[in-house]
C-alpha cells in the first residue's frame, strides 16, 4: 500500500482507466435518466414550438396541439379534430398557455368520457416532434400500373424500348431519314463509295 493510502489521504487524480471509462458510463446513465423523465410540460414546451421559429414555449396553438395529439394517438375514433377545436375556441385565443391547457385537457377529457390520466401518459410518452411514421400512398398501385410500359398499346408503345427505358425523342417522333435510301432497304450503306 502507498503512504497516502494508509495515512488516509487519497490522491486527487483519478487514475487513468477511470478517466476514461467514467465519461461514457455517466454520458449513458444520464441519457437513460433524461429520457425516462421527460415531463408533461417538457413535452407542452417542445410542441409549442413545433414549427414555429419564434416561440418560446409557453403558449400553444390549436394545429401544434392537433399535431401533438395524433402523434400520441389521441386522436381517434372517440376524439376528433372537431372535438378538439370546439374545446380549444372556448378560450378565445389563438394561442393557449399551459394552465389553460391542462383546462382544455380536462374539459375534452370530461365531455368525451377518457381518462385524462391516460390521455397525459400517452401524450408523454409519443416521443418529440416530427414524424414518425412514413406509410406508402394508395396510389403507388395505381402508379405502377400506369408506368408499366409493357402493358402499352400502339404508338404508345413505341416510345420505349424492350427493357422499358424510354426512347426520347426518337420515340415521339417520326424522325426523316434523309439518307436517300427507300425505306426497308435491306442493304444500306453496303454500295461501294468507288462508283
Known sequence: ???EATNGKFSSS???????????VEMAQMTLNESSKITFLDQFRAFSKFGDTKSDGKHITL???DKWMKQAKVI????TTTDTGIHFKKFKALKISYGDYNKFLDDLAK??????EEIKKKMINCGSPGVTQVTAGKAASAVERLTDTSKYTGTHKERFDASGKGKGIAGRKNIVDESGYVTGYQNKDTYPAAH
Open 111 to 116: 365531455t368525451k368520457k377518457v381518462d385524462l
Open 76 to 79: 381517434d375514433k372517440k376524439i
Open 14 to 24: 483519478p487514475s487513468p482507466q477511470l478517466t476514461q471509462s467514467a465519461p461514457n
Open 63 to 65: 394545429s401544434q396541439s
Open 1 to 3: 500500500m502507498s503512504e
